[in-house]
């Protein structure tokens, strides 16, 4: 996911009493953990929807592959909040942005992804003849929000705005004056209704607008941080979370089938459900042998996520069908599941060492 995820703490000492320098900030390996969850769940829903679509979402097409993907569904809506939550963490606790410049960096370092794999899907949906519209006019619209190839790069669409309007409340309160930043939120602010001015003068249907947030992302992010930023040992039972946890996906199942598919993020379902498993895993003690793993797949995380897509849909609908038997629908789903994980998180570490991080993420 987005690069500013990365907990790469500021290692720089700054001054403290009698002329002492202060210690470097701990390196926050549990976030690393998470992570990693979070982009696994995330590739664990979008293999789990093949198997839905390919029933049409109508268990009558296929019981076994209904279900198959809907218990995948059900453990996955916890990721994208947690995204949120990360971000709002980084930002206000973890290395809070010291100047507008630092800040532009690191919008910089999402914004160049973002784009760079929006070219890639639509190169790729023309090369296999999948896209729905010209690519030229889907180029256009992607500048203004996510297009169906690469329609998993709509989360960007709002995380870059949260944590410019995070940083920019930081820096206010630090005394800076980040102008260019509040001129940057300021014109994504006015931009939907700029452009349905333009759309009524011109009669031309112009894009929909999806850069900003809503309630619930902003307050994922706030609410996470402060969750995150909990001194270790202030929660000492943690197993009531871990009856609640298989609960509340419980309820995810239940509303994506007997309701509607998919239950939106700002459900009381997956706020639950996100606490439970941020808390769950805020603070764990990574063991020695295991952290340098465990940080360099999680810097490898947002490459992984910008491409597995490409995976998913090259691979998995080859294999899945609406006529599998449950426990096969169920094996399979995680046989492709370690595939698309396996390829993915290796082709972001091959990118990574090419040093194209920067282009990639």
Not at 121 to 145: I, K
Not at 169 to 184: D, E, F, Q, S
Not at 316 to 324: A, E
Request: proline share 7%; with cysteine; net charge positive.
């Amino acid at each position: 996911m987005p690069n500013d995820i990365a907990v790469r703490l500021p290692q720089q000492r700054g001054s403290a009493p009698d002329g002492q320098t202060a210690a470097p900030r701990e390196h926050r390996f549990d976030i690393d953990l998470m992570r990693l969850i979070c982009s696994a769940t995330i590739m664990l829903g979008h293999v789990g929807a093949q198997f839905i679509h390919a029933t049409g979402n109508d268990p009558a097409n296929g019981s076994g592959s209904y279900w198959a993907g809907h218990v995948a569904e059900a453990i996955n809506p916890f990721a994208v909040p947690l995204y949120f939550a990360i971000a709002g963490w980084a930002v206000l606790v973890g290395a809070p942005p010291r100047d507008g410049a630092r800040m532009w960096q690191r919008i910089v370092r999402n914004i160049v992804p973002l784009f760079a794999w929006t070219a890639v899907y639509l190169v790729w949906a023309w090369l296999r003849d999948r896209n729905d519209r010209p690519m030229t006019e889907l180029a256009a619209n992607s500048l203004f929000g996510s297009v169906q190839p690469a329609y998993h790069l709509w989360f960007m669409y709002t995380y870059i705005p949260i944590i410019a309007l995070l940083a920019f409340a930081m820096l206010i309160k630090a005394g800076k004056r980040p102008w260019r930043l509040g001129a940057a939120l300021l014109g994504i602010a006015v931009l939907p209704s700029v452009m349905t001015t333009a759309t009524e003068v011109t009669g031309r249907e112009l894009p929909s607008v999806a850069w900003g947030f809503t309630t619930y992302s902003l307050v994922y992010a706030v609410g996470g941080a402060l969750l995150f930023a909990l001194p270790a040992g202030t929660l000492r039972w943690r197993w009531p979370l871990v009856v609640l946890l298989p609960l509340t996906m419980a309820g995810a199942l239940w509303y994506n089938t007997q309701i509607h598919y998919v239950m939106p993020n700002a459900h009381l379902f997956v706020a639950a459900m996100s606490i439970c498993v941020l808390l769950l895993i805020s603070r764990v003690r990574v063991p020695e042998k295991w952290r340098p793993s465990v940080r360099k797949l999680a810097n490898a995380a947002l490459g992984a996520y910008m491409v597995h897509v490409l995976f998913v849909e090259e691979i998995v609908p080859r294999f899945v069908s609406p006529d599998l038997g449950g426990p096969v629908a169920g094996l399979l789903l995680v046989g492709l599941l370690i595939t698309v994980m396996a390829l993915s998180f290796a082709t972001s570490l091959l990118w990574g060492k090419l040093n194209l991080r920067r282009l990639l993420g």
